[in-house]
Structures are given as C-alpha cells and as structure tokens.
Nanobody, 121 residues
Framework: QVQLVESGGGLVQAGGSLRLSCAAS????????MGWYRQAPGKQRELVAVVTSGTSTNYADSVKGRFTASRDKAERMVYLQMSSLKPEDTAVYYC???????????????WGQGTQVTVSS
C-alpha cells in the first residue's frame, strides 16, 4: 500500500501564491507518475498536473503558465507551486500516485485525502 499526505493548502487572495506538497510512504516497488488533481464543488475531479516517471509534466490548459509541478523521486515527494491564483482555482486538491507494489504487479492509482485551496476575489 502507498499512503499520500498533502500539505500546504489554505486561503489566499486572488493573484497570490501557494505551494502544495505531497509525501508518499508505505510499500511500493516503484512509483510511476505523481501529481495533482482537483475537485471544485459540484464538479468532477480534474487533472491539474502530473509528472511522469521520465519527469515530463502534463498540465491542464487552465493552469499552464501559472502552476509548476515538480517531483523529488528519491524522497517520493511531489510539489505544486501555484501562482497568479484565481477564484476559479478554488477546490480540494488531491495528490495522486500511480504505483506498483511488487515487481510484476499491475499499477494501482493512489490518492491523498485532499487539501482545500480557497482563492478569494
């Protein structure tokens, strides 16, 4: 099993910045992708940014140029630096990891408990 714990959410004014962190722990043979999704009230969960095992990053169009995801593979951490925040970025942000717990096992998706980000106008 892999546990993901997020930190760094909070309340910020529009135009401000926040940095989210996520630490992975538990038993995992390998972690492929790590990243972030978010879910706003009444909406489906959506991809924000995911860093692949090869360190390339996929971003949602809505956050390109404002958010930067990074990953420390050795420490099993993933970060999300959010700048120029907008009220529409308000959501619960979930850490995500795609991991294999044994060498020949299928990969499994893991999720953190979520951290609230609120951007006031």
């Amino acid at each position: 099993q892999v546990q993901l714990v997020e930190s760094g959410g909070g309340l910020v004014q529009a135009g401000g910045s926040l940095r989210l962190s996520c630490a992975a722990s538990g038993v995992a043979f390998s972690i492929n992708s790590m990243g972030w999704y978010r879910q706003a009230p009444g909406k489906q969960r959506e991809l924000v940014a995911v860093v692949t095992s090869g360190t390339s990053t996929n971003y949602a169009d809505s956050v390109k140029g404002r958010f930067t995801a990074s990953r420390d593979k050795a420490e099993r951490m993933v970060y999300l630096q959010m700048s120029s925040l907008k009220p529409e970025d308000t959501a619960v942000y979930y850490c995500y990891a795609d991991a294999r717990v044994r060498p020949l096992a299928n990969t499994t998706d893991y999720w953190g408990q979520g951290t609230q980000v609120t951007v006031s106008s």
